[in-house]
Every structure is written in structure tokens, then in C-alpha cells.
């Protein structure tokens, strides 16, 4: 089984995000970056499928220079090689620009199974997958917290609202966003960090015009404040205020 893992490179959670001079992105020139913790489960995913299937793992990655890092770590913990569609605007690019640039490489290796995390750490949108898989033309399924390969294709569990869990039957080739938590991540060891160095990464120049199909008009750090209010009367009427502001000014509460 020859299975693709998409994955990205953002900020680590740690970092103090601070807002760019243009006020369209973070300031991340001297920022510490990390491999998106949901692609880190997709890869694993991919791993084990791997070694219960035989075939190839291959990293497709969709960012700036600086994204070898997160490609190096993949490769050390497993993934035989990667694909690097780099440019600088795909750092801060929405799903339609990402999701077509990884198309373009994803589409002329013909995989059987293409794999991403659920969403990003960083915008969070839950796009890139879905969107990657209607520009391949090819089945999808999303939240994904089991696979099972069977006989004409796959067999995969999605996690609903409430605790409920959906099985899915679907053909391949076929496109999975995957849940954290569906597994437990392996790290690299030594002697993978070193078989890494010598794996292949292939550095293609993304397809098309790389017109965005969102725009970010402004982003800023929301304003911390705190205000007091006196709620008098009697205890009665005081407790019938406080549940009206909780449920009606605060929603905390219905």
C-alpha cells in the first residue's frame, strides 16, 4: 500500500504569539517551530498500516524552507521519503492554496491512501483534508479513530458529537483525516535520526498562480479587562439576578 502523509509545520504552543507590522499574520522570524500534533497521529497511523500492509510511506509538506525540520523529524521516525512543495506564502496560506498545492505532487504519485491530521494547531480550520480530497476526485471520510483494511477498500471508524462513533465503509483510493488520540505516537530513535540524513527529499516548485481563496483583512490579541458588578436586593432577588446575567449576558449556563 503506497499511502501519503500530509503534514505542516507551526509554531509550537509554547511560543508567545505576537501579531505581524501588516497585522495578517504572527511574527514568526525568530519563533520555535514543531510537527502539527494531529499529522504527528496520521503519520503514526500510516506507519503501522504500513507494517501490517507492506508498501511506502511518503511525507508531502506544503511550507517555507524551514518546514525540512518537521520533513526530517517524519523521516526519522519512520516514513521512507518526502515530498517538499515549498514556497514562503504557504506558511500563512488558507485551505484552497495548501490543498492545491499538495494536490499537484499528491496526484502524479498515484498513492492508495492519502492521510492528513484533522486540523491545524495553528488556524484550526479542518479544511486542508477535505478540500485536498474533492480537488483528487477521490473518497474521504473525517475524524477517523480506526482503520481497518478489508477486501475493495476500507473499513474506518469516525467519531460523532455525544460520544457516538460512526463505521464507514469506503474504496481506495481514498483520502482519511485523522483524530489525535487514535494511536500512540512513536519518536525517533538514533538510529533513525541518522537513517533520515540519507533519505530522499524531493523539492518541487508549487503549481499554478497560488491566488488565495481567503483573505485575512486583520488579526490582533484580544483585550484582557475585568469589570465588577453589584447585584443588591434581597438574597432571593440577588440569586435571580446572577442566574439571568450567567444564562442571558455570560451563556455560561442555559
Known sequence: MKIAVCIKQVVTREWGLRVDEQKTWIR?????????????????EALRLKEKQGGEVVVCCAGPARATQVIREALARGADRAVHIEADSLASGDAGTVAAALAAAVREEAFDLVLTGL???????AQVGVVLAETLGIPH??????VQVVEGGLRVKRELEGGWFQWVSLPLPALLTI????????????????????????????????????EILALYVPEKGKTSQM????????AKGLVTKLRDEARVIQ
Open 28 to 44: 514568526d522570524a525568530d519563533a520555535s517551530f514543531e510537527l502539527n500534533e494531529p499529522d504527528a497521529y496520521a503519520l503514526e
Open 119 to 125: 486540523q491545524s494547531d495553528d488556524q484550526g480550520f
Open 141 to 146: 471520510a473525517t475524524i477517523i479513530m480506526e
Open 179 to 214: 483524530q489525535s488520540g487514535i494511536n500512540q505516537l512513536r519518536y525517533a530513535t538514533l538510529k533513525g535520526i541518522m537513517a533520515a540524513k540519507k533519505k530522499e527529499i524531493r523539492k518541487v516548485a508549487p503549481s499554478g498562480d497560488g491566488a488565495r481563496m481567503q
Open 231 to 238: 447585584i443588591g436586593g434581597s438574597p432571593t432577588d440577588a
